[in-house]
């Protein structure tokens, strides 16, 4: 079975650009999660979809940064206008959510340089 | 928020030794996990263990929910263990988000 699939790997960009990253999670999930890896603050929620609808976005840092899930099989992660302090390692996940099983699974992250 | 810290913060062991690894939570939870960060920086399920003991393996990981602490196991190390090993636990006051420890840094020499 496929897992969390994420594109692009790697993204190099100049501040002020537009940046789009995404995400397929595993097929029959209905949860999926944005999460963000820098040195500073290690590895932290940004936003969480349910059933294609977002349920916690708090953990969003500012207006720049913006999701959406269209379909339960894909979802955006939207950066716009980039700044270099957004340069950090974002990661999808996906789980199904029930009364117990819920064990998030992730992508192979991209890794996001401003300059 | 719930706060979650891992001990010890970094571990330097010979290939062939055993380790145990720690992590402490601060209220109740409904899900505990434990990820294996490698060099290339993915990010492996090891355990999903909100209770009880399991093993794969060499590896092996307790929680005691009661006490509020986990603990992995990695016996006979090899260096392809070496990365970060991370606990990671989500309680339903808040909703279904994993909040990381900080994590440990393991490194296993030949």
């Known amino acids: 079975d496929a897992g969390v699939i994420q594109s692009p790997r790697h993204e190099v960009t100049e501040m002020g650009q537009e940046v789009t990253l995404r995400c397929k999670p595993i097929?029959?999930?209905?949860?999926l999660f944005w999460y963000r890896q820098t040195m500073m603050r290690g590895l932290e929620l940004l936003i969480y979809?349910?059933?294609?609808?977002?349920?916690?976005d708090s953990g969003m840092p500012e207006d720049r940064f913006s999701a959406k899930m269209p379909n339960a099989s894909f979802s955006t992660l939207k950066i716009q206008p980039s700044e270099p302090r957004d340069s950090a390692v974002y990661f999808c996940?996906?789980?199904?959510?029930?009364?117990?099983?819920?064990?998030?699974?992730f992508g192979p992250g991209t890794r996001l340089t401003v300059l | 928020g719930i706060q979650v810290e891992q001990s010890p913060p970094d571990l330097i062991l010979q290939e062939g030794a055993n380790s145990t690894l720690r992590c402490n939570f601060s209220d109740s939870v409904n899900n505990l996990q434990w990820f294996h960060q490698n060099p290339w920086g993915q990010l492996i399920n090891l355990f999903y263990i909100p209770s009880g003991t399991k093993q794969n393996g060499r590896l092996s990981a307790t929680t005691v929910a009661t006490e509020r602490y986990s603990l992995l196991y990695i016996s006979s190390s090899q260096t392809t263990d070496s990365g970060v090993y991370f606990c990671?636990?989500?309680?339903?006051?808040?909703?279904?988000?994993?909040?990381f420890g900080a994590g440990t840094i393991l490194r296993v020499k030949s």
């Open positions: 097929s029959g999930h209905n949860s």
């Open positions: 996940a996906s789980s199904h959510k029930g009364l117990a099983y819920n064990e998030q699974f």
């Open positions: 979809f349910n059933n294609n609808v977002p349920i916690d």
């Open positions: 990671a636990v989500n309680g339903g006051e808040y909703g279904n988000k994993l909040v």
